[in-house]
């Protein structure tokens, strides 16, 4: 049990710093754009970031573990930092004039809103986690009916009325498809590591392993299918395949991970696991500092070496800051 729940911490942590590392990297020239995220539909390493860190949470959230007596007064600590998060954000890229593509989830929205909106929804429709899948897909579903009928035209147009709801149609309505995405990975979650019989049947690493690959191929399936038949793959629209192909990739991560098992040796540094009693309030600094570099420097312009110094310099303030915080037992854990 316990080398499965490392492994688990060690997924969490570098899906982190890849999303980290990728938001500034993407910004120079020696980034390849293959890895960028894509505009309306594709897929791209950089189109994982977002619902990479829904899922990483959903997998070992509260819900996951079979805690269901969430109280108002939790819910609002949980999802308040998250909502003034989202404001801070809107405000200061736009006091500074900080290059946002409006496409991505709209003038005003942005993806702290995005976490904020799933959080309340699953406040609200409390559900126990055996039937969080069964919810979740329904709400996938019925999204992606709903995308097929027309919808996917009118988030993908370029026009936009005055109002709010027009203005932020991107993050707005993708909401739904992260929503569910959420409850499918919490019944995942509950199913692989916290579920039923879990504590007896996770101490065969075998029996983790073979599941995991299991829903990892199932989920390649399921993408390649929709791809072809139903619709392309739309981090925007965040549709049906997008979620299957992000529960796809993200679970291949984790188990090859959980192969490590077969490995001896040290499983986790005390760097990985001060980033995993960190995690959202480390892609928030990594969110800063991006955005302190681009205010400082033209990096499109930058040369080739200058910008790995750059992200070597970055990397290391980033970890620096979360070592110290973690060694002076600061914790900033919330959603």
């Known amino acids: 049990m316990d080398s499965v729940r490392v492994n688990i911490s060690s997924y969490r942590v570098s899906m ?21 995220k894509t505009e309306t539909y594709g897929t791209g390493l950089m189109d994982l970031g977002v619902g990479s860190f829904v899922l990483a949470n959903s997998l070992v959230s509260r819900q996951a573990r079979g805690s269901l ?30 290059q946002v593509h409006v496409g991505e989830y709209g003038v005003h929205w942005n993806f702290f809103f995005t976490l904020a909106a799933v959080a309340i929804l699953t406040f609200i429709i409390n559900v126990h986690p055996n039937y969080c899948g069964i919810l979740g897909s329904l709400i996938l579903i019925g999204y992606q009916a709903l995308l097929l009928c027309g919808l996917n035209k009118y988030i993908m147009s370029e026009e936009r009325k005055p109002d709010i709801f027009s203005q932020n149609k991107e993050g707005i309505f993708s909401i739904f498809g992260y929503w569910g995405m959420y409850l499918v990975g919490v019944r995942i979650g509950s199913y692989l ?18 599941r995991v690959w299991a829903l990892c191929l199932f989920f390649w399936l399921i993408t390649l299918l929709l791809d072809w038949y139903v619709e392309a793959v739309s981090r925007r629209m965040c549709n049906l395949a997008y979620v299957t192909f992000t529960l796809a990739a993200n679970l291949q991560v984790l188990a090859i991970l959980m192969l490590s098992d077969y490995v001896s040796g040290c499983k986790s540094s005390a760097l990985e696991e001060a980033f995993n009693r ?34 070597f310099a970055y990397a290391f303030v980033l970890s620096f800051s979360v070592g110290f915080a973690d060694f002076f037992g600061i914790k900033l854990k919330f959603w």
């Open 16 to 36: 982190m710093l890849a999303t980290s590392l990728a938001i500034l990297a993407v910004d120079f020239k020696i980034f390849p754009r293959r890895y960028a």
């Open 69 to 98: 007596n969430m109280t108002l007064q939790n819910a609002l600590r949980s999802t308040s930092p998250l909502i003034i998060l989202g404001f801070a954000r809107l405000i200061s890229t736009s006091s500074v004039n900080y």
């Open 193 to 210: 590591f916290f579920g039923g019989n879990a504590d007896a049947t996770l101490k065969n690493k075998k029996w983790a392993t073979t």
């Open 278 to 311: 960190n995690l959202l309030a480390s892609f928030l600094l990594a969110n800063v500092l991006t955005g302190l570099v681009n205010l400082s420097i033209d990096t499109l312009s930058a040369s080739s070496i200058f910008a790995v110094a750059i992200l």
